[in-house]
């Protein structure tokens, strides 16, 4: 029960070069609080830092692309922190104890920790596969036992909580969260109390678990030890629950209310605020997991004396044929049988096509628009890197501020990370360097044309790379997951159709040759009608999608 040591608090210097490092564009970024409902200015409780804490995982089996939808989403968050200058402690916890990875243990013959030790390793190879960055601090529920313990104490030291006992008076190892003694509870989502927003959360309201939107839940099961009638409210929560006979006995600890093992909600209280200390600027995870775990989670943290997060956000779900994508449901794609079939910087793009409060419906065409996309991506990146001399390092993407990006691009991601019209400046930016690369032979002052190229493709590289998607960056390079574009390891899919299209090039420069023009004509219009613009160049054709 050994808690993990302290995270070291920055010191004042460094905190001083944070916010000179802060980019002007910060002042901007509005983001959307499921609170309040509304999307208001973001300013960060210290200057120049970020305190986030997104939901991890429960490590009861193999992840599916619903998961790692949520972690994708976050990961831009925090990398648009970044690119605005901002220093971010990013804490993504694991939970590792739990009722069904007790329950799938047994069926399947293991210990539980060595089924959770398994499926958390398939998460971070997961993480690791799609670009995810690694968090700041990954804390497992079971390294925190008295951290829990302790934060219980005091919740029930306050008056809002209590101890079952047995008809001698001796604790029975159930605590339970009073809401009655606590007039705050529902604030996050209680439904009634707030106008929607916009029409992205009028339908994540409506899908999303709240106060005013109970009964029985099929993503949420109820915890068995909040059916209990030792309750004395149905809205009690356990805090601290006592082992059912077929817990193992090292699933179980020790505490002066009993033995037992934590709550769900308390894990995450305890973790954020030993990571993160008092109030904090964001707390994120799945829609799914707004209520209740995270409208018990703010209750019981305020209830023990301590300010919960300054701004809740939630991801939408990832849904096939409008239904939520949950291998409980039958419907999970896991993330290797995607992987199997896609490459990684493709479902990476993918997931994030999207704004994050938006639903993602998942289908073959999402994916044939996310490969065309990596197709005009990888063509543009090779094809101006050889037209001036080599790629831009990845240190000069890494250092491109926010200030210095496009300014449609950074109006996006401003706009609460709407990716969708940061995704269309990009391939605008695009475009602009395509028709540059067209005239670049023309140009007299080549050296000026030269570098007005390179000055688009670093903008268009950094961001990519604001979004995980630079495809010269990890891992996409060292996997070759999507193809590293002027590194000698395009796509399959690019060579194959270069190769087709290269022939067909060739046939309508022999039918010009040979003055067939209709021939030669016919060829250019069925390439246009295909999605490949053609571009007539003193050098010769070449190509790029539409």
């Known amino acids: 029960m050994t808690n993990t040591q302290e995270p070291q608090n920055i010191n004042i210097s460094s905190a001083a070069t944070a916010v000179d490092a802060v980019a002007s564009a910060a002042a901007d970024l509005k983001l959307y609080d499921t609170a309040s409902h509304a999307v208001s200015n973001f300013t960060p409780i210290k200057p120049g830092q970020v305190g986030m804490y997104v939901c991890g995982a429960t490590v009861q089996s193999s992840p599916h692309i619903g998961h790692i939808r949520a972690a994708v989403a976050f990961d831009v968050v925090r990398r648009w922190f970044e690119r605005l200058g901002y220093k971010v402690t990013f804490v993504r916890n694991v939970t590792d104890i739990d009722d069904k990875i007790l ?23 997961a993480y690791n596969t799609l670009g995810v960055e690694p968090p700041t601090y990954e804390p497992r529920a079971t390294g925190h036992m008295i ?17 079952v006992t047995d008809e001698n008076g001796n604790p029975t190892g159930n605590v339970y969260f ?91 209280s305890a973790m954020s605020h030993r990571y993160l200390k008092d109030m904090f600027d964001i707390h ?56 199997a079939e896609n490459s990684a910087w493709v479902v990476r793009y993918a997931l994030g096509s999207v704004q994050y409060r938006s639903m993602l419906e998942w289908s073959d065409q999402t994916l044939t628009e996310a490969q065309s996309a990596y197709d005009r991506v990888s063509n543009f990146i090779e094809r101006a890197g050889a037209a001036v001399g080599g790629q831009p390092s990845r240190e000069e993407i890494v250092s491109v501020s926010a200030d210095e990006l496009p300014a449609d691009f ?78 000698g390891a395009d796509s399959a899919e690019h060579t194959a159709l270069d190769r087709l299209v290269s022939e067909q090039l060739e046939e309508r420069a022999e039918a010009r040759k040979a003055k067939d023009f209709a021939r030669a004509d016919a060829i250019r219009d069925a390439l246009g009608a295909a999605g490949i613009a053609i571009e007539d160049t003193p050098q010769g054709p070449t190509w790029t999608l539409k």
């Open 284 to 339: 994120g995870g799945g829609l799914d997991l707004r209520f209740p775990h995270h409208e018990n989670e703010m209750a019981q943290t305020r209830a023990a004396g301590y300010d919960s997060a300054a701004r809740w956000m939630h991801s939408a779900w990832v849904t096939a044929k409008g239904e939520k994508m949950s291998k409980s449901l039958g419907n999970g794609l896991s993330v290797p049988a995607v992987l």
């Open 178 to 268: 009073d809401v009655a003694s606590w007039p705050h509870y529902g604030e996050l989502t209680h439904q009634k109390q707030t106008a929607v927003a916009d029409a992205a959360s009028e339908v994540a309201d409506a899908m999303g678990p709240s106060v005013d939107n109970t009964g029985n839940d099929k993503y949420n099961p109820v915890d068995p030890a909040d059916m209990s009638e030792d309750k004395h409210d149905p809205r009690d929560f356990a805090l601290w629950k006592a082992p059912k006979d077929s817990d193992p006995l090292d699933a179980r600890w020790n505490t002066p209310f009993g033995t037992g093992r934590p709550g769900w909600h308390i894990e995450c």
């Open 410 to 487: 950074v109006a996006a991601m401003n706009d609460d990370i709407n990716v969708s019209g940061a995704s269309a400046a990009i391939f605008t930016a695009i475009r602009s360097g395509n028709t540059l690369l067209s005239k670049l032979a023309d140009r007299v002052d080549s050296d000026v044309a030269k570098d007005e190229v390179r000055a688009v493709l670093v903008n268009v590289r950094a961001m990519l790379d604001t979004l995980g998607l630079d495809p010269l960056a990890e891992p996409w390079v060292s996997e070759g997951a999507a193809g590293a574009a002027g590194a």
């Open 103 to 125: 329950d799938k243990a047994a069926a399947a013959g293991q210990q539980w920790w060595e089924r959770a030790y398994i499926y958390e390793r398939e998460f971070t190879e």
């Open 147 to 163: 951290d829990m313990i302790d934060l219980i104490k005091q919740i029930i030291d306050n008056g809002h909580g209590y101890v």
